[in-house]
């Protein structure tokens, strides 16, 4: 375990060192730099010659990227072209809204999605079940942008009420900081728990059969002890997999959540940035995101051997 | 003309689809927005009433709303009220100013927050009394000016004028030091609004009062640029405490207009408070200016309804859903200060001949396009000098040989087409999607009309950051047609001379005649304002033969406010905190 401890983030490395190459590359492939929106129309061309050379912006492509590695070595995660704010000083503001957000996303998910796919395989062809795939086929299917503005425009018709309001910490005032992220953590948690409450479903109805189960009931366990002592444990490796995996979609799915609820978030940013073609910005908010998702995968796998103590890391 | 076309499928799609955009969330920024005309659906589908001539193409409806602008629901109850001082005024604003530095960007979403606490030498008229398009130079830090020759003017600074009391500052007093300051800054800088004041030779302060400028040659449109936003005065302490403006700290240090910056949350909200020093009377009146940042358009209009916010901007298609709620909402229209023109070379490829421009022309249906998407309502033509600044420009029917070519005369095109052995051109059109709903469908209605001339357009949707690099920057490998949006607030000066000026930073289709030339350089020694007028226009008549850019229809846009906003009015100019000084809060009309 512990030699896998130490192996494994060493191939966050590599992994990252490729994700935002291909960034870094493909961001400056796309037509439009930003010095173009910077002096937009009014594009004079010696100021635009000027300001380009001063951002360093003329270097060759290859001398750019050789400067940022060395910027990145020394932790130095870059300064904004247009606001000269560093990178760490807006993840150091944004990185909390967004991770806020994340984790109530996540774990609004996790309560949907592990009962109702406990239930639905219990109550296998019956209402309930019907009715619950229903709601993950439902939530696959609507997409949670159309969910957000919905959300916002129908009370706001009905009521006259705004439900994206003003955004406050929520160490300064959680009240009324939940009362605007509790909407589209329940938007995002909803999406994300569809796929999570179908594997559920899967892998319970698949346990129950196995001849193990069959023996717990026969000893005359009551049901519940089953499904907790048995089914879950030897259920939930798959699904915790599939909770690693939706990490990214929460992730994603943040940004549009951000913008529709006018969260100052790093989802947001990241979109603005794009448009705005700022470099240093955009490789920043892309290394943290490959940094959640490879964190995450490694606290998934560090969950097998809990879940399972037949699965040992160390082999 | 088949009405198996874009009249039927445009009348259908266009309010419907913008209306569909919304509720699915279109939030999409764009960095130019307008509103658009239209709204019921149309009554008259008739193809074939376009052929005939412009004459009757500027409607009752555009002449009235011109640059004044009409209000068309709620009341402004408090006009001829003495203004009440307190509260705080909220709005809201989709993007966040990228820089702080008026000067080192062209970014309205700076300029739109700068301008409450910066203020230009000059400024225009603001408030119920003026238009929205009202670029007439007023004093503001120059209580006049003087013309002492065509090369020379003289401005005095008005004694009242001091900064922020907040250090380094200190409540000082405006000296004419800041005003050579800051135009030399704007010269010296990588500034994209340089070009507009190299024409500047000179800058003498022979005391803390006089501001003297000696120009390489007469320069009729200086008043009005020293007017506009991009010339906001700062302060030498302010740049060399924080080495550029670009920072927060260097934004609050400032202050010479009616607002002081007192907090910003980026993404979140920025805060401005009234100036306890400020100098001009009339203003500001309320304590505070409150702006949510909230990028979505339908959390906009949410808090609209709800009265969160205080100012909003509709649409025709949002209009009512935001009247049925507060039915004394102040919806005003107006016509819009963009102008949307198609962009070809005129230096190279088919569009070179003026026969091929002058199809291209002929084959626009201007008054189909109102009808179908603007419930036509609009004017046939809208440029050089947009509808909105009626004062300047040569309306459709007096443009003597140019009216020609604003009829819808597709056959009589395809005749030029063809002898200038240009039949059957294939041309890629250009568009950017981040122009936003409003105009979404411009390109495939002009695909439409001109593809009963033979002519085929490609039509590719780009970003809106591609396409601001390909196509509005003029990069050199642009070479086909394009759709874009351009406007100008300042001066007729800058659409003119930008476009069509071999210099000129908009010359998408790199225009270089000399005949135009010559009434572009003249326009601008003219000193005698009816003078120079008659040049303009001389000048419109004769781009409306030329025809280096085709100008689509003029439409109207919407404005509005909650009904105690009192005394509100938007303007062109950017120039936030000069007509916010205005407004106050009227409390008797909360109920």
């Known amino acids: 375990m512990l030699g896998y401890l130490l192996r494994r983030p060493a191939f966050f490395v590599p992994t990252a060192f490729i994700v935002v190459t291909a960034v870094f590359m493909l961001i400056r492939l796309i037509p439009g730099d930003t010095v173009d929106l910077m002096v937009q129309d009014n594009g004079y061309a010696e100021s635009a010659d000027a300001l380009r050379e001063r951002l360093g912006l003329n270097d060759p492509i290859y001398v750019q990227y050789v400067k940022w590695l060395g910027d990145m070595a020394t932790g130095d995660l870059g300064t904004s072209l247009h606001t000269e704010r560093t990178a760490t000083q807006e993840l150091k503001a944004r990185g909390p809204v967004s991770l806020q957000l994340g984790l109530m996303s996540l774990t609004i998910s996790l309560l949907i999605a592990i009962p109702v796919g406990i239930i639905s395989a219990a109550k296998q062809g019956s209402l309930v079940d019907y009715g619950m795939r229903s709601f993950a086929i439902g939530m696959l299917a609507i997409p949670n942008f159309w969910f957000g503005t919905m959300v916002i425009v129908i009370p706001s018709v009905l009521w006259n009420v705004s439900l994206a309001g003003k955004w406050v910490p929520l160490f300064d005032d959680p009240v009324g900081n939940m009362k605007l992220m509790i909407f589209p953590a329940i938007i995002g948690g909803a999406a994300a728990s569809a796929s999570v409450m179908r594997m559920t479903r899967t892998m319970v109805l698949e346990v129950n059969r196995q001849d193990y189960i069959r023996t717990a009931r026969a000893k005359g366990l009551a049901s519940s002890t089953v499904v907790w002592r048995h089914t879950l444990k030897n259920a939930l490796p798959p699904v915790v997999t599939l909770v690693g995996l939706q990490v990214p979609v929460i992730i994603s799915g943040s940004v549009i959540m951000e913008q529709v609820f006018s969260l100052p978030g790093m989802g947001r940013f990241l979109l603005d940035n794009i448009s705005q073609r700022d470099y240093p910005m955009v490789q920043a908010m892309t290394l943290l995101f490959v940094f959640v998702v490879l964190t995450v995968n490694l606290v998934v796998d560090l969950l097998y051997p809990v879940l399972d103590p037949r699965i040992s890391l160390g082999n | ?591």
């Not at chain 2, 005024?89 to 910066?118: A, E, G, K």
């Not at chain 2, 003026?354 to 998407?373: F, N, T």
């Not at chain 2, 908009?506 to 020694?525: H, I, S």
């Not at chain 2, 689509?552 to 938007?570: C, E, H, K, M």
Request: proline share 5%; hydrophobic share 35%.
């Open chain 2, 1 to 591: 003309m088949s009405k198996d076309n874009y009249w039927l499928r445009s009348q259908m799609s266009r309010r419907k689809l913008v209306t569909r955009g919304g509720a699915l969330g279109s939030g999409a920024a764009a960095l130019m927005l307008v509103g658009c005309g239209g709204g019921d659906d149309d009554e008259d589908d008739s193809g074939d009433s376009n052929g005939g001539g412009a004459t009757s193409s500027v409607t009752p409806q555009a002449v009235l709303i011109g640059g004044a602008g009409k209000v068309i629901n709620g009341e402004e109850k408090y006009l001829g009220k003495t203004p009440t001082p307190g509260g705080t005024l909220r709005m809201s604003y989709q993007v966040d100013p990228i820089t702080w530095d008026p000067h080192q960007t062209t970014s309205i979403h700076t300029h739109l927050r700068t301008s409450m606490f910066n203020s230009p030498l000059l400024s225009y008229g603001f408030g119920p009394k003026k238009g929205v398009a009202d670029v007439e130079a007023s004093a503001n830090l120059a209580t006049g000016w003087e013309q002492v020759d065509p090369t020379t003017v003289k401005f005095t600074l008005d004694p009242k004028a001091v900064w922020t009391s907040k250090a380094p500052l200190n409540g000082r007093a405006l000296k004419s030091s800041d005003i050579k300051f800051t135009l030399e800054r704007i010269l010296k800088l990588p500034s994209p609004f340089a070009g507009l004041y190299t024409i500047i030779d000179k800058i003498e302060t022979p005391d803390d009062q006089t501001v003297t400028m000696k120009l390489k040659q007469p320069y009729a449109p200086l008043f009005n640029y020293l007017s506009h936003y991009y010339s906001q005065i700062v302060a030498p302490e302010v740049v060399e405490k924080f080495g550029d403006l670009k920072t927060l700290e260097s934004a609050q240090s400032l202050g010479i207009g009616p607002f002081e910056l007192d907090s910003w949350q980026p993404s979140t909200q920025m805060t401005f408070k009234k100036r306890a020093n400020y100098w001009r009377e009339g203003g500001p009146y309320v304590d505070s200016v409150n702006i949510r940042n909230i990028p979505d358009a339908n959390a906009v209009l949410a808090a609209a309804r709800a009265g969160e916010i205080d100012v909003a901007a509709v649409t025709w298609e949002n209009k009512d859903s935001v009247t049925s709620a507060r039915k004394d909402y102040i919806v005003m229209q107006s016509l819009s200060c963009v102008a949307w023109l198609v962009t070809m070379r005129a230096d190279q490829g088919v569009t070179k001949d003026i026969r091929v421009r002058q199809a291209l022309s002929l084959g626009i249906d201007r008054e189909g396009w109102l009808k179908s998407l603007y419930n036509g309502e609009g004017t046939i033509d809208n440029g050089p000098i947009q509808a909105l600044w009626d004062t300047w420009r040569v309306p459709p029917g007096q443009l003597g040989e140019g009216d020609k070519y604003l009829r819808f005369a597709p056959e009589e095109g395809k005749k030029l087409l063809e002898a200038a052995g240009a039949g059957n051109i294939n041309a890629n059109f250009t568009f950017t999607t981040g122009y936003g709903a409003a105009v979404a469908e411009h390109p495939e209605l002009l695909k439409d009309m001109y593809s009963q001339m033979g002519v085929n357009l490609n039509v590719n949707n780009m970003e809106y950051g591609a396409f601001v690099g390909a196509v509005m920057n003029s990069k050199p490998t642009y070479e086909s047609m394009s759709y874009a949006g351009v406007r100008f607030m300042g001066d007729p000066d800058e659409m003119l001379w930008d476009m069509y000026h071999p210099t000129g930073s908009k010359n998408f289709a790199k225009v270089n005649d000399p005949e135009v030339t010559a009434l572009l350089e003249k326009q601008r020694q003219e000193l005698d304002t009816n003078k120079r007028k008659e040049v303009v226009k001389d000048l419109q008549k004769m781009l409306a033969v030329k025809l280096y850019y085709l100008y689509t229809p003029s439409f109207s846009q919407l404005d509005g406010w909650q009904a105690w906003t009192a005394d509100y009015r938007n303007h062109v100019s950017y120039d936030t905190g000069g007509y916010l000084r205005g407004v106050w809060l009227d409390q008797s009309l909360k109920s």
